[in-house]
Protein backbone atom coordinates (compact mmCIF):
# COMPACT_ATOMS: atom_id res chain seq x y z
CA UNK A 1 0.00 0.00 0.00
CA UNK A 2 1.20 3.52 -1.04
CA UNK A 3 0.34 6.66 0.70
CA UNK A 4 0.28 9.88 -0.88
CA UNK A 5 0.15 13.43 0.64
CA UNK A 6 -0.19 16.47 -1.86
CA UNK A 7 0.66 19.83 -0.71
CA UNK A 8 1.34 23.45 -2.40
CA UNK A 9 -1.92 24.14 -3.71
CA UNK A 10 -3.36 27.51 -3.19
CA UNK A 11 -5.08 30.92 -4.71
CA UNK A 12 -2.69 32.57 -7.18
CA UNK A 13 -3.34 35.53 -10.18
CA UNK A 14 -3.32 34.42 -13.92
CA UNK A 15 0.07 34.60 -15.20
CA UNK A 16 1.76 33.46 -11.47
CA UNK A 17 2.89 30.01 -10.60
CA UNK A 18 3.15 27.63 -8.01
CA UNK A 19 4.54 24.48 -7.25
CA UNK A 20 3.25 21.27 -5.79
CA UNK A 21 4.49 18.55 -4.17
CA UNK A 22 3.54 14.56 -3.72
CA UNK A 23 4.96 13.18 -0.57
CA UNK A 24 5.06 9.17 -0.69
CA UNK A 25 4.83 6.39 1.78
CA UNK A 26 6.57 3.86 -0.50
CA UNK A 27 9.73 2.66 0.77
CA UNK A 28 9.96 1.49 -3.37
CA UNK A 29 8.68 4.61 -4.62
CA UNK A 30 11.35 4.84 -7.29
CA UNK A 31 9.55 1.29 -8.70
CA UNK A 32 6.36 3.81 -9.41
CA UNK A 33 5.27 5.75 -12.81
CA UNK A 34 3.97 8.90 -11.00
CA UNK A 35 1.59 11.24 -12.27
CA UNK A 36 -0.82 13.94 -12.00
CA UNK A 37 -4.54 14.66 -12.42
CA UNK A 38 -6.61 17.48 -11.82
CA UNK A 39 -10.39 18.15 -11.80
CA UNK A 40 -12.70 20.69 -12.14
CA UNK A 41 -15.81 21.38 -10.46
CA UNK A 42 -18.45 19.68 -12.27
CA UNK A 43 -15.99 17.97 -15.18
CA UNK A 44 -14.22 14.40 -15.20
CA UNK A 45 -10.24 13.80 -14.33
CA UNK A 46 -8.36 15.01 -16.35
CA UNK A 47 -4.96 13.63 -16.87
CA UNK A 48 -1.93 15.99 -16.60
CA UNK A 49 1.68 14.84 -16.64
CA UNK A 50 3.44 11.44 -15.43
CA UNK A 51 7.34 10.86 -14.76
CA UNK A 52 9.18 7.43 -15.40
CA UNK A 53 10.60 6.00 -12.42
CA UNK A 54 14.39 7.12 -13.02
CA UNK A 55 12.52 10.89 -13.77
CA UNK A 56 14.60 10.61 -17.03
CA UNK A 57 11.15 10.93 -19.32
CA UNK A 58 8.36 12.91 -18.52
CA UNK A 59 4.71 13.11 -20.69
CA UNK A 60 2.66 16.09 -20.81
CA UNK A 61 -1.00 16.67 -21.43
CA UNK A 62 -1.26 19.47 -24.54
CA UNK A 63 -2.91 22.00 -22.18
CA UNK A 64 -0.15 22.19 -20.08
CA UNK A 65 2.82 21.55 -22.09
CA UNK A 66 5.48 24.45 -22.02
CA UNK A 67 3.78 25.89 -18.99
CA UNK A 68 4.24 22.86 -16.52
CA UNK A 69 6.84 20.73 -15.15
CA UNK A 70 6.56 17.38 -13.68
CA UNK A 71 10.01 16.10 -11.56
CA UNK A 72 10.82 13.45 -9.01
CA UNK A 73 13.71 13.13 -6.34
CA UNK A 74 13.64 9.51 -5.55
CA UNK A 75 15.72 10.30 -2.06
CA UNK A 76 13.15 12.22 -1.00
CA UNK A 77 9.91 10.18 -1.94
CA UNK A 78 8.37 13.17 -3.33
CA UNK A 79 6.79 14.49 -6.96
CA UNK A 80 6.50 17.72 -7.47
CA UNK A 81 4.49 19.33 -10.21
CA UNK A 82 5.99 23.43 -11.26
CA UNK A 83 2.85 25.04 -12.73
CA UNK A 84 3.75 28.30 -14.23
CA UNK A 85 1.76 30.88 -16.61
CA UNK A 86 -1.56 29.93 -14.92
CA UNK A 87 -4.83 30.64 -15.97
CA UNK A 88 -8.32 30.61 -14.66
CA UNK A 89 -9.19 27.38 -16.80
CA UNK A 90 -6.42 25.49 -14.55
CA UNK A 91 -8.36 25.61 -11.35
CA UNK A 92 -8.98 22.58 -10.04
CA UNK A 93 -8.12 20.21 -7.37
CA UNK A 94 -4.98 18.40 -8.31
CA UNK A 95 -4.53 14.40 -7.14
CA UNK A 96 -0.98 12.74 -7.75
CA UNK A 97 -0.99 8.74 -7.90
CA UNK A 98 1.39 5.89 -7.97
CA UNK A 99 1.41 3.12 -10.62
CA UNK A 100 3.25 -0.03 -10.53
CA UNK A 101 2.85 -1.64 -14.00
CA UNK A 102 6.01 -1.80 -16.30
CA UNK A 103 5.46 -1.23 -19.39
CA UNK A 104 6.75 -1.64 -22.54
CA UNK A 105 8.71 0.82 -25.26
CA UNK A 106 7.81 4.78 -24.51
CA UNK A 107 4.30 4.40 -23.35
CA UNK A 108 3.15 6.29 -20.30
CA UNK A 109 -0.20 6.00 -18.42
CA UNK A 110 -2.64 8.81 -18.90
CA UNK A 111 -5.93 7.00 -17.76
CA UNK A 112 -7.43 6.79 -14.22
CA UNK A 113 -7.62 3.24 -14.02
CA UNK A 114 -3.97 3.09 -14.85
CA UNK A 115 -2.61 4.05 -11.77
CA UNK A 116 -2.69 1.81 -8.32
CA UNK A 117 -2.86 4.93 -5.59
CA UNK A 118 -3.99 8.40 -5.33
CA UNK A 119 -3.95 11.24 -2.79
CA UNK A 120 -6.60 13.32 -1.60
CA UNK A 121 -6.23 16.44 -4.04
CA UNK A 122 -4.74 19.75 -3.35
CA UNK A 123 -7.34 22.93 -4.57
CA UNK A 124 -5.34 25.23 -6.77
CA UNK A 125 -7.19 28.17 -7.76
CA UNK A 126 -6.46 30.92 -9.86
CA UNK A 127 -8.26 34.30 -10.21
CA UNK A 128 -8.09 36.46 -13.54
Known amino acids: QVQLVESGGGLVQAGGSLRLSCAASARTFSSYVMGWFRQAPGKVREFVAA????????YYADSVKGRFTISRDNAKNTVYLQMNSLKPEDTAVYYC?????????????????????WGQGTQVTVSS
Open 51 to 58: ISRSGGNT
Open 97 to 117: AADSTYYSGSYYPDRLYEYDF
